[in-house]
């Protein structure tokens, strides 16, 4: 009987496990995050990458200039030549402090992740564990009426386990997914040297400004489980134990799948609301 109740609290304690370090990454910034030893490649990789951003930068002016250009008389205006050498400016110092932006933008949207955590009233996620009720009910049972609750436990262990890595993974995507924006930023914010090729930039801005949302998202889905999670699941103590424990976990699995479907659309979720 103890291994029943064992294995449960086990694959509980792993949902605990995986729900608190959600809480810990997402208050972290990718500098940190690791240590800050995956950061310091990802500096070294966008200020190599800086270099090549930069020739294209001067293409993508010289394009923009032929094409917004009705003929070269037209360059030949001093406010229209004083137009295109302040975009030109801008642009560079886009790309060589693009760095600076990004962070700037994610320490924006994290003070905002910051307040949502304050305004809840929640440190951190809430604990689950087995009821007392079902584990004296467990305890209670003899060999042949536990035949059937070790299937139940195995089958809702796994299922949470499931669960819990596949939410933890798509928390850890998101951090995957800044590395990689920042990593190779200068060659989108390039583009913005050219009036026809800017669009891709402004893009690639929407689309970064959207991963560090996703942030917000996941604490939000967070909150509302754990406020779903508060009150244990309601148990009739005179049923049979297996339907006990099958009613129980359940109701369990129902409430993680709801958060772990958040958590993984929380990308769909952000770009619906800003219209990507």
């Known amino acids: 009987m103890n291994w029943i109740v064992g294995n449960l609290q086990n694959a509980l ?48 002016f010289l394009v923009g200039v032929i094409k917004t ?4 008389s037209e360059l030949k205006k001093p406010e229209h030549a004083f137009k295109l050498f302040i975009r030109f400016a801008i642009v560079k110092i886009v790309v060589t402090q693009g760095m600076e932006l990004l962070t700037s933008i ?7 992740i910051s307040t949502i955590i304050t305004a809840s009233g929640m440190g951190s996620a809430s604990s689950l564990s087995l009821p007392q009720e079902i584990i004296t009910s467990i305890e209670g049972c003899n060999f ?12 809702g262990g796994l299922l949470v386990t499931v669960l819990s890595f596949i939410m933890i993974l798509s928390v850890y995507g998101r951090f995957f ?25 402004k893009s690639f801005l929407k689309s970064y400004c959207a991963v560090c949302l996703e ?54 979720v952000v770009r619906e609301m800003m219209g990507l």
């Open 106 to 112: 994610f320490r924006i949207i994290q003070g905002s």
């Open 13 to 60: 304690d792993t949902w605990n496990e995986k729900q608190t370090e959600i809480w810990t990454i997402i208050s972290q910034s990718p500098t940190e995050f690791k240590n800050g030893q995956i950061w310091n490649v990802i500096v070294n990789i966008h200020g190599a990458v800086q270099a090549i951003a930069l020739a294209l930068l001067v293409i993508f």
């Open 69 to 72: 250009c009705g003929s070269i």
């Open 215 to 268: 942030g917000a998202i996941i604490v939000l889905a967070c909150i509302i489980f754990s406020v779903f999670a508060a009150s244990n699941p309601e148990v009739d103590p005179n049923s049979a134990p297996v339907t006990q424990v099958w009613s129980y976990i359940g109701e369990v699995v129902f409430n993680m799948l709801v958060l772990v479907s958040t958590v993984k659309m929380s990308d769909r």
């Open 177 to 201: 997914k800044l590395y990689l924006y920042t990593a190779i930023a200068p060659i989108p914010l390039s583009t913005f040297a050219g009036e026809p090729s800017q669009q891709v930039g």
């Open 144 to 155: 042949f009426e536990s035949i059937p609750l070790w299937a139940v436990t195995l089958i």
